[in-house]
C-alpha cells in the first residue's frame, strides 16, 4: 500500500524496524531536547504529514522498550489519525516513573500501525440474540 507522507523532520520516513514488524517508529522532530517530568505530559511533534486512503486509519501507540524501561507511554493509546486529518502527526506522551526524562530529537518516541478498518451502519432492534456469555463483563470468566 502506498500512502502519502510529506517529511519535515531532519530524520528518515518512519520505517519497519524487522521483516515481520507491525508498526513504524517515529521520532521527535525537536529544535531542542524536552525535559518531562514525573507524571508529566507533553504533545511531542514528529515533523509527518500523512494522507491515508478512505477506509484506513493510523493507530499511534507506545513503544514497548519505552514503557517497561523508562515508565514512558501515550496519554490516549492507541490514537487513531484519521483518513481526513492533514495536520502534523504529534504523540501525546506521558512520564509515569518517578525520575525525569529528556526527549532528544530523532528518538523514537512511539509506533505507528496502518489499520483497515470498516464504517458501521446501525440497525435499531427490540432485543439482542443471547449468548453463552450474556452480560458477563470485568472480570466475568475469573483470573485462572
Avoid at 105 to 131: C, F, K, P, Y
Amino acid at each position: 500500500m502506498k500512502i502519502k507522507i510529506v517529511n519535515k523532520s531532519k530524520h528518515a520516513l518512519p520505517a519497519y524496524e524487522t521483516a515481520f514488524s507491525a508498526g513504524m517508529d517515529l521520532r521527535a522532530s525537536l529544535d531542542e531536547p524536552i525535559l518531562l517530568k514525573p507524571m508529566e505530559r507533553i504533545l511531542v511533534p514528529t515533523g509527518l504529514f500523512i494522507e491515508l486512503p478512505s477506509g484506513y486509519e493510523a493507530q499511534i501507540r507506545p513503544r514497548s522498550g519505552l514503557a517497561i524501561k523508562k515508565g514512558i507511554s501515550l496519554v490516549n493509546t492507541p490514537g487513531t489519525i484519521d483518513a481526513d486529518y492533514r495536520g502534523e502527526i504529534k504523540i501525546i506522551t506521558i512520564n509515569l516513573s518517578g525520575e525525569d526524562f529528556i526527549i532528544h530529537d530523532g528518538e523514537r518516541i512511539a509506533q505507528m500501525i496502518i489499520s483497515r478498518h470498516e464504517t458501521a451502519e446501525w440497525t435499531e432492534v427490540e432485543e439482542l440474540n443471547e449468548t453463552s456469555r450474556g452480560e458477563g463483563g470485568f472480570g466475568h470468566s475469573g483470573t485462572k
